[in-house]
């Protein structure tokens, strides 16, 4: 049980690893193992450098920057909502497979400067606030509407920081972003989703378009489908 977040549920996304999110409200799904996946070139076609210094834009539960930790990389995780970011610490204590190796902080990505890393994680929302209701809870709300920064914002931002940024977008995001002096260089589809991961990389060049390997993916993540 939580104040913010009334009652949570403790997942094991990989082995070592023990995660919070509440049992109503905004819970990830299969794209924070896809865009792990793809961050970490697992089961791409050509080999991606593995990152050592990763920084995530809006950790929410910290699902993302646990699991790329848990790889042996470290992160940085910011997230604006204090009360994500204490519930990620408190899954950090509760996640060996991690420890030393993240870092959450309470901030809004729009305030940017001082971080320098190899890529760039970020699982942004991406409605539009005029496209439809949005939640009537305000920390979902908040996860899945551009109430705080747009797609084009939160990889600008990153572009900053990495040289690489893979983010997850929907196919009409991604047909719309607005990218200034870089390029969407590898692209992959969750299956029948409409949502999928680029990722984005200074300067110009051509896309790659991959398939997303969900199942070698969750095996080198070593998590079990149907386990949380
Ligand atoms: C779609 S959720 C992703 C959460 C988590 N990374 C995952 O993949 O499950 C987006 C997160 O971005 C956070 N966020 C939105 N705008 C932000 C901003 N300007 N600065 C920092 N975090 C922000 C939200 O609070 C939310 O936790």
Redesign the pocket.
């Known amino acids: 049980m939580s104040a913010a977040f009334g009652p949570l549920s403790l997942e094991s996304p990989a082995p070592g690893l023990a995660v919070y999110q509440p049992r109503r409200g905004?819970r990830?799904g299969v794209?924070?193992y896809a865009?792990v996946g793809f961050a970490l070139g697992i089961g791409a076609p050509a080999p991606v450098a593995f990152p050592p210094r990763v920084l995530?834009?809006?950790?929410?539960?910290g699902?993302?920057s646990l699991l790329l930790a848990s790889r042996g990389c470290r992160v940085r995780g910011?997230?604006?909502?204090a009360e994500?970011v204490a519930l990620a610490r408190r899954s950090l204590r509760r996640s060996p497979a991690a420890r030393g190796r993240v870092r959450f902080s309470v901030?809004?990505?729009?305030v940017g400067g001082g971080a320098a890393a190899d890529v760039v994680v970020?699982?942004?929302?991406w409605f539009d606030p005029g496209a439809g209701p949005s939640s009537p809870d305000p920390?979902k709300a908040?996860?899945?509407t551009m109430?705080?920064?747009t797609v084009d914002e939160f990889v600008a931002i990153g572009l900053a920081a990495a040289p690489r940024v893979c983010v997850?977008t929907r196919v009409e995001r991604l047909a719309g972003l607005r990218l200034d002096n870089a390029h969407v260089a590898r692209r992959a589809w969750l299956p029948g989703a409409g949502v999928g991961v680029v990722e984005v990389r200074r300067g110009a060049g051509q896309a790659v378009e991959e398939a997303l390997d969900l199942p070698t993916i969750y095996a080198q993540l070593r998590y079990q489908p149907g386990t949380m």
Not at 56 to 61: K, T, V
Not at 78 to 81: G, H, I, Q, T, V
Request: aromatic share 12%; glycine share 8%; charged share 30%.
């Open positions: 905004y990830w794209e924070v865009l995530e834009l809006g950790a929410g539960s699902i993302v910011w997230e604006r909502d994500w901030r809004d990505v729009r970020t699982n942004p929302p920390r908040s996860a899945r109430l705080h920064g997850v």
